[in-house]
Nanobody, 124 residues
Framework: VQLQASGGGLVQAGGSLRLSCAARERTFSNYRVGWFRQAPAKEREFVANVNWSGSDTLYADSVKDRFTISRDNAKNTVYLQMNNLKPEDTAVYYC??????????????????WGQGTLVTVSS
C-alpha cells in the first residue's frame, strides 16, 4: 500500500496542526497505520498508531493527551491531530502501514510501507 503524508508546516508553540495520511488502495483499511517522526540527527521514533477499524489506538508517552490519531476508511485517510505543540515536536513526520498489533506495532522494523514525510516545525 502506498501512503502520502501531508499537512506539515510552521506553527508557534502551543498551536495545532492536523496531518493526513492518504492511500490509493482500498486494502488500506486492512492495515494498522502508524505515525512516526524523525528529528535531525535522531532516530525515527514511534508517535501513534490506529487499528483497521479505529477502535484501538496506541500513543507514545511524549504525545499522549496532546495528539489524537483517527481514520476514515471511506476516504482512505488516517489523521493525526496535534495540539499544544512544543518545540521538541519538530521533526519530519511519516506514516506507514503494518499488519502487526500490540507492542510490536511500536517498532519501526514492523512497518513495510512508508509514505513520504511531512515537516513539522514548532517555534518557541
Amino acid at each position: 500500500v502506498q501512503l502520502q503524508a501531508s499537512g506539515g508546516g510552521l506553527v508557534q508553540a502551543g498551536g495545532s496542526l492536523r496531518l493526513s495520511c492518504a492511500a490509493r488502495e482500498r486494502t488500506f483499511s486492512n492495515y494498522r497505520v502508524g505515525w512516526f517522526r524523525q528529528a535531525p540527527a535522531k532516530e525515527r521514533e514511534f508517535v501513534a498508531n490506529v487499528n483497521w477499524s479505529g477502535s484501538d489506538t496506541l500513543y507514545a508517552d511524549s504525545v499522549k493527551d496532546r495528539f489524537t490519531i483517527s481514520r476514515d476508511n471511506a476516504k482512505n485517510t488516517v489523521y493525526l491531530q496535534m495540539n499544544n505543540l512544543k518545540p521538541e515536536d519538530t521533526a519530519v513526520y511519516y506514516c506507514a502501514a503494518t499488519g502487526y498489533g500490540g507492542s510490536y506495532s511500536r517498532l519501526v522494523a514492523m512497518y513495510s510501507s512508508w509514505g513520504q514525510g511531512t515537516l513539522v516545525t514548532v517555534s518557541s
